[in-house]
């Protein structure tokens, strides 16, 4: 069956890592089966619309490269759809008028515990029931009402959750729900479940937060006598200690973003270095996993590989660790004028001393060491600089004697610094004899050229620097130590 998916976001404020998931799996489920992925604002709220949200949430979903095929659709353009729907509701008896100030709703729910608006209590409210129609009519012309949807009176709901499976709910629990506001906007019940039958959405994806509602929109669709969509309610994202779902100030506590592009003062996954590949492939794997062992996917294999069957119930823990690793898996199979591309100050950096085809050399060699693009950077300095300083442990491990002694017979066979291949031989003689491990012999040498331990292939290093450079540091640390 071609799915037609939507991606329904409300634009109170940036779209967080949890939201993007969400878009993912709607992506995902879509494409899979050949079908479409709808893009729909849901702001009817409009005193909680934030300015630049809706922005944030289509750039986030462009650098992540998930296209959507239809929209954005924004409800608030939608009002008399919905007008007209709420009308028929009316006029079939299964929504009314309720007049009720929010003092007297306040004075219902302390007088009763646990109160809620439906066929217990709709009685004793002010509303459609209630009232005369001589009454009703003058109230609605003064303005300020609101439409309730009618609850069955005590009857069991079931919804089918493709998660979860089947779920039962009591209409007790239920409440005769808002469907039309005071300002004339409908509410999210109405407008989410409107527009799904009139988008044709065959399969709603969502966060588990969503779930309670499910019942509300069931008696919506029986109402309209419309079918049901397939229902999927996601797992919550929890914070790392695994106890909640995941905040923006978990992320920060963590030192790791929580959106996918910047927002206001808020670095985004982007910004640090993150890949749309790495952070897609890492956010499929959060609530989502099959038996096989595999840990890299591009989108394309998602789409391939994904099987909805294999979504958890339970919550997914965000691991930072994690989604950098996976992220590495990424950056390290990229090509490297690619991994140049993304980092302009690299390229910038290494034009300024390398042809092209010696930067995307130096770049193949340090992509096996990247987690994030930015590390780039660090990566690059021994192509680009002498070490600014060097590391004091290293030193003190393998003594200044044994360092001063390998640099020193460095300097002495100058003219092997190009030959590695004879360099290398040279050096394990010179061990033998003095009795330097061979071991102790690169990391005195890797001390001098890095400035500590790490880094790609030694002799690597100085095909690259070229032998003068080489030597410079050589002296250097001669010097220093
Ligand atoms: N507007 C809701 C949200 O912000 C959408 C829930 C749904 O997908 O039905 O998450």
Redesign the pocket.
């Known amino acids: 069956m071609l799915e037609r998916a ?5 634009p ?1 404020g940036p779209l967080h890592i949890g ?1 993007v998931r ?1 878009a993912l799996f709607n992506y995902l489920i879509a494409k899979k089966s050949g079908g479409k992925f709808i893009l729909r604002i ?1 702001d009817t709220d409009s005193k909680r619309t934030t300015a630049g949200a809706e922005q944030h949430i289509i750039d986030s979903l462009k650098w992540l490269g998930l296209e959507f095929d239809e929209g954005p659709f924004k409800q608030s353009d939608r009002r008399s759809l919905y007008e007209k729907k709420v009308s028929f509701l009316i006029k079939e008896g299964l929504a009314y008028y309720a007049f009720d100030t929010s003092s007297e709703l306040e004075e219902a729910r302390k007088e009763a515990g646990n109160f809620k608006y439906n066929f217990n209590t709709r009685g004793n409210m002010l509303n459609s029931f209630t009232l005369t129609e001589e009454e009703v009519s003058s109230r609605l012309d003064r303005g300020g009402y609101v439409v309730r949807m009618i609850i069955p009176e005590k009857k069991n709901i079931t919804v089918v959750d493709q998660v979860r499976g089947s779920l039962v709910f009591n209409t007790e629990e239920l409440e005769d729900k808002i469907i039309l506001k005071s300002d004339g906007m409908p509410t ?1 019940h109405l407008a ?1 479940v409107v527009d ?1 039958h009139d988008m044709k959405i065959t399969s ?4 588990e ?2 779930l309670s ?1 499910l019942p509300i ?1 069931k008696v919506l669709y029986d109402h309209f006598k419309w079918k049901s969509p397939k229902f999927y309610h996601l797992p919550l994202i929890l914070k790392s200690s695994g106890s909640g779902k995941l905040s923006k100030r978990d992320a920060e506590e963590q030192g790791h973003a929580v959106f996918a592009v910047r927002w206001e003062d808020s670095k985004g996954f982007k910004e640090a270095g993150f890949s749309p590949e790495g952070l897609i492939n890492y956010l499929a794997l959060l609530g989502w996993s099959n038996s096989s062992e595999k840990e890299k996917y591009t989108l394309q294999e998602l789409i391939n590989e994904f099987n909805d069957k294999d979504i958890n119930k339970s919550g997914a823990r965000f691991d930072y660790k994690k989604a950098l690793w996976i992220n590495h898996l990424h950056l390290k199979d990229f090509a490297a004028d690619k991994l140049l591309s993304l980092s302009e100050e690299a390229c910038a950096q290494l034009k300024k001393k390398y042809t092209r085809e010696q930067s995307e050399e130096i770049i193949d060699l340090i992509k096996e060491r990247l987690n994030v693009t930015l590390d780039i950077n660090k990566e690059l300095s021994v192509f680009l600089r002498q070490p600014k300083e060097y590391d004091t442990g290293v030193i003190e491990k393998i003594t200044r004697e044994i360092i001063f002694d390998v640099l020193n017979f460095c300097k002495l066979k100058e003219s092997l610094i190009s030959k590695p291949k004879a360099l290398k031989e040279a050096l394990m003689v010179f061990g033998s004899e003095k009795g330097i491990s061979f071991g102790n012999i690169m990391k005195s040498l890797r001390l001098c050229l890095v400035g500590n331990l790490s880094g790609p292939d030694l002799f690597k290093i100085i095909e690259i620097i070229g032998p003068e450079e080489a030597l410079n540091r050589i002296e250097s640390l001669t010097n220093k130590i």
């Open positions: 939507r991606f329904a976001p409300s109170t939201g969400t849901e999210y989410n799904d709603v994806i969502r966060g937060e969503w509602s929109h």
